[in-house]
């Protein structure tokens, strides 16, 4: 595998980041693991199917949305069994000698509330985290990304990472064998 360099020669000029290709997934992973042991933070890879060993290589356990989660279908429980019970002690109906604030009765609708907010929040907080909805990445520049949705793999260094120098980040890049390595574009 040879590795080709799509540059310009201006080396002063603003990148987004640089990008390395490669062909299978296993290289994809590796390359993964040794970016993020070299100390690269503000790094993303793009494949054209989901490779579950990269969420370990790019240590990718956040668990944020399940707390969202999990605190929304909370208020959404605590709201459905207050509005049960403020409807019936504002409107009290005595039907039987039935109690004002009768729990068997509120399941129904404590339970679909917890699900609705609990499902909207987990929506909008990975929405949110995700930075969603972006019409536009600066990948999209390079012109071989196009196979990233087809037969390629990708692994992008941002510029914003701390550790990130142009050509130190080439050099460990070209040390990774990718098949080429292009410049991202703003």
């Known amino acids: 595998m040879s590795s080709h360099?799509?540059?310009?020669?201006?080396?002063?000029?603003?990148?987004?980041?640089?990008?390395?290709?490669?062909?299978?997934p296993s290289e994809l992973v590796a390359a993964a693991r040794r970016t993020k042991e070299a100390g690269f933070r503000k790094f993303d890879a793009f494949t054209p199917y989901p490779i579950h060993e990269l969420d370990d290589a790019m240590d990718l356990h956040d668990n944020r949305v399940s707390v969202f989660t999990f605190i929304g279908g909370l208020i959404g429980c605590v709201s459905g069994f207050a509005l049960c019970s403020w409807c019936t002690?504002?409107?009290?109906?005595?039907?039987?000698?039935?109690?004002?604030?009768?729990?068997?009765?509120?399941?129904?609708?404590?339970?679909?509330?917890?699900?609705?907010?609990?499902?909207?929040?987990a929506a909008i907080s990975m929405l949110a985290m995700n930075g969603f909805p972006t019409p536009y990445?600066?990948?999209?520049?390079?012109?071989?990304?196009?196979?990233?949705?087809?037969?390629?793999?990708?692994?992008?260094?941002?510029?914003?990472?701390?550790?990130?120098?142009?050509?130190?980040?080439?050099?460990?890049?070209?040390?990774?064998?990718?098949?080429q390595i292009a410049e991202v574009a703003p």
């Open 5 to 24: 360099m799509e540059t310009r020669h201006d080396s002063e000029h603003p990148i987004y980041g640089l990008m390395a290709e490669f062909e299978t």
């Open 137 to 179: 990445h600066p990948v999209f520049n390079i012109e071989r990304f196009s196979n990233a949705s087809r037969s390629k793999f990708f692994l992008c260094i941002e510029s914003q990472d701390p550790k990130f120098d142009r050509h130190a980040t080439t050099s460990f890049l070209e040390s990774l064998n990718p098949e």
């Open 89 to 121: 002690t504002a409107f009290p109906l005595n039907v039987g000698g039935r109690p004002l604030i009768s729990v068997p009765m509120f399941i129904p609708i404590t339970f679909e509330l917890t699900i609705l907010i609990g499902g909207l929040t």
